[in-house]
């Protein structure tokens, strides 16, 4: 992939974000990516915890964004995630993103908006029951952006005791 191609890392701050960052600045050699980091407020949720439990939803008092402790995480991971990028060589901005609805849908609308040619994560890899209970947030990517994704799976160290990992 040649410098001037725009990509845009998904970073979670996981290890899993790391490594899929590590093997794009290896494999793909990028010169500047944007470094993406999707967050929900806190009492979007505490309202999808509550409607998943079939209680009744309290009424919400939705805080400023700078006030809330999500936000102020999401930011620290981000510069955590460009920092990770500048460790490897490579020229990261960062983008810090609300999500609506989704993370999957959160990256893919930043995706467009950015208009960049391939988007990067890592994923679970979740197979079997639990993958089946679980959305997966780089195969609704793949579905829904429209551009070249590059996945990258967990170490197999990191499940090998799980039978729902991929080997």
Partial sequence: MNNA???LIAYD???RAARAMEYAARFLQPGTVEILTAWEPVARQAARVVTRTG???A????EAVEDDPAYEEALAICREGVKVAEDLGLAGRA???ESATTI???IVDAADELD???IVTGTRALKGFRGWWNNSTAEHIVRHAGRPVF???PEKDDEDDDPEYFD
């Fill in 116 to 118: 960049v040619d391939i």
């Fill in 59 to 62: 009424a919400m008092d939705t």
């Fill in 5 to 7: 191609q725009t990509m």
């Fill in 95 to 97: 983008h810090l993103v």
């Fill in 13 to 15: 701050g996981s290890d």
């Fill in 151 to 153: 996945i990258v799976p």
């Fill in 104 to 106: 999957a849908s959160a």
């Fill in 55 to 57: 209680l009744q939803q």
